[in-house]
């Protein structure tokens, strides 16, 4: 799953250099792994919370490429510091959600689309 998300997160930069939207690629981005998550069964409340807050994350992100275009250094190290970010901020998000439906199991089930 991760290289899959690699591979999209390198189609997205390359969308970005191609047209220069940022808000577009962020968009793609977080789509397919909104999608993805809802075919490996995440729960609802999980998807839309991680949605919102990777969107707001790689918006950001795609923005500051943008924006150092034209630095080749800056936009290097926004590129790989923005990539180990997003899999940390990934991680962390999922892990806050869960113990959070941990702590009531009758919303957790209610949620849960699987």
Do not use: H
Request: hydrophobic share 65%.
């Amino acid at each position: 799953m991760i290289i899959l998300e690699i591979i999209v997160l390198i189609v997205c930069v390359r969308l970005l250099i191609y047209t220069n939207k940022p808000f577009l690629c962020a968009g793609v981005y977080v789509a397919f792994t909104a999608l993805s998550a809802l075919l490996l069964g995440a729960a609802l409340l999980e998807l839309v919370v991680g949605a919102v807050i990777a969107l707001v994350f790689f918006s950001l992100y795609f923005w500051l490429l943008d924006y150092y275009e034209e630095s080749v250094g800056k936009w290097y190290l926004v590129l790989i510091l923005g990539f180990l970010l997003s899999f940390f901020m990934q991680a962390f998000v999922t892990a806050v959600v869960r113990s959070l439906l941990g702590a009531n199991e009758e919303l957790s089930s209610l949620l849960n689309i699987y």
